[in-house]
């Protein structure tokens, strides 16, 4: 995970206070169950431990820091065919050149990650980003066409040269393109369609996916076509994809338009979900029908909203590590 630092996204004292105690909780819940890095700016090693409460399973590690999103500026970790661990770094722009975003420094952490853990690292030439990408661990990755394919991102890559780059890379071989992500995405701090807020693969052969349920909301025709998608989808494997949605929260909108809030969005660690919730009265329905999917985990919340504000969700802020 990283630690927010003082940048755009947390514009006012008081805003980045809030996403630190998300942040920090998120942390925390996880740390429960398994052992955290925490990345902090050069100098803000020290406030990142006293909003984790200096717990002893969350290691500190300074480092130049633009912002918090370790889903996507982090490393991808791969276990190679030896059954070592690995790294990818993806090309890292902004989410697409964002006028608001910093990137000089978050581009060098997937790299600074892989050599603290001390892992070999592979320079993919593609603009990517974790959020961006799902697999089932045999062979099936979704992918967005807004975002892979994105002029912002990728100008000049085929959708053949795309697939070819993302299967070198993680040993995938089949990809499933979904057109477009949810509306909100699209705004000024939008990712432009990452799949992490969409969907996600529950284990090889079941997706869960986002269902917007109220007409008036634009993602309702959104989810629609996405699970209509998946549902005639097959992996790589040739399994006929079981698809399971999780239905939105009922809040449609907040100040600055149509919400994306999401279930979707959460972290698996080793024996917990961490889930994002919304004070809504859609919560209890989505937890358990999580519970249901992933049985034998705890399932874990953290306040949805305070990390939603800032342009993301629990999947955002993580990035998971492999044992091997």
Not at 34 to 60: C, F, S, W
Not at 67 to 81: C, K
Not at 100 to 126: C, F, N, Q, Y
Not at 155 to 172: D, F, K, S
Request: proline letters at 6%; hydrophobic letters at 40%; one cysteine or more.
């Amino acid at each position: 995970m990283a630690f927010p630092p003082p940048n755009p996204t947390f514009h006012d004292p008081e805003a980045l206070n809030a996403a630190r105690v998300a942040w920090a909780h998120v942390a925390t819940t996880i740390a429960r169950y398994e052992p955290v890095t925490l990345v902090a700016g050069l100098d803000q090693g020290a406030d990142a431990g006293r909003y984790v409460q200096e717990h002893p399973d969350i290691t500190i590690l300074e480092r130049p820091l633009d912002d918090a999103w370790m889903r996507d500026i982090g490393p991808t970790f791969t276990v190679e065919a030896d059954g070592g661990l690995a790294a990818v770094d993806w090309v890292f722009n902004g989410w697409g050149a964002q006028q608001w975003a910093r990137w000089e420094e978050d581009a060098k952490i997937a790299t600074a990650i892989a050599e603290h853990v001390g892992v070999p690292v592979r320079h993919s030439a593609l603009t990517n980003e974790g959020g961006g990408i799902h697999v089932d661990g045999e062979g099936t990755v979704l992918l967005t066409d807004t975002v892979q394919l994105g002029k912002e991102r990728n100008p000049g890559w085929t959708r053949e040269q795309v697939e070819a780059e993302i299967h070198e890379q993680l040993g995938t071989s089949k990809a499933i393109w979904l057109p477009r992500g949810l509306t909100r995405d699209y705004d000024s701090f939008g990712t432009r369609g990452h799949v992490d807020i969409v969907a996600t693969f529950v284990r090889p052969g079941v997706v869960a996916v986002h269902l917007q349920q109220n007409a008036a909301h634009p993602d309702h025709e959104v989810s629609g076509e996405i699970v209509a998608l998946l549902q005639s989808s097959t992996d790589a494997a040739g399994r006929q994809l079981e698809v399971v949605p999780i239905p939105a929260p009922e809040v449609l909108s907040d100040q600055e338009g149509w919400v994306d809030y999401s279930y979707i969005n959460h972290y698996v660690g080793n024996g917990v979900v961490v889930v994002g919730t919304f004070d809504d009265p859609g919560d209890a329905r989505a937890l358990a029908l999580l519970a249901e999917l992933y049985p034998g985990r705890t399932i874990e919340t953290a306040d949805g909203r305070a990390i939603f504000a800032n342009g993301g969700g629990v999947h955002c802020i993580t990035q998971q590590q492999p044992a091997v």
